[in-house]
């Protein structure tokens, strides 16, 4: 009988980041990217995605700011890769800052960089316009 190990999941979700992305949407036919600014982001379909023992951090940004060398995002993912821990980075594909590609060369079996653009009709929404 297989014994069950169970994983602690620890999930951030940079909601300006990821809100921000989802309102970016690159037509096809044109190459351009456009903006819907109604678009908005469904974090219960969007947490279903994310599920996959040791800790995971499932970080949902794209973001690569320092916050003026206090700390962030890209700080984070390298404490907790150097603690041996996977982590799993969710972004847009546009939102996503060069800088975490440059860490995963350094932690290629630790880090896991997924996009949420294959799954924007089940995590996005377009927010309607009330009438007064």
């Known amino acids: 009988m297989a014994r069950y190990t ?5 999930i951030v979700i940079d909601n300006s980041n990821v809100f921000l ?12 990217t456009e903006m819907n600014p ?6 219960g379909y969007l947490t279903k995605k994310i599920e996959g023992g040791q800790q995971v951090l499932v ?3 794209g973001d690569g700011n ?10 984070v993912v390298e404490i ?3 603690d041996k821990w ?13 800088r975490f590609f440059e860490i995963k060369k350094l932690f290629p079996t630790q880090l ?9 009709t089940n995590i996005t929404f377009e927010e309607r316009v009330r009438q007064n």
């Open 80 to 82: 907790a890769l150097k």
């Open 66 to 75: 320092t916050n003026y060398n206090r700390g962030g995002f890209l700080n």
């Open 38 to 43: 109604a678009t908005r982001v469904n974090v």
């Open 21 to 32: 992305g989802a309102q970016l949407i690159r037509n096809e036919k044109t190459g351009v």
């Open 6 to 10: 169970p994983t602690e999941y620890h």
């Open 86 to 98: 996977n982590v799993e980075l969710w972004s847009w594909e546009l939102s996503l800052s060069q």
């Open 59 to 61: 970080l949902v940004t």
């Open 112 to 120: 896991t960089i997924k996009y949420l653009d294959p799954h924007r």
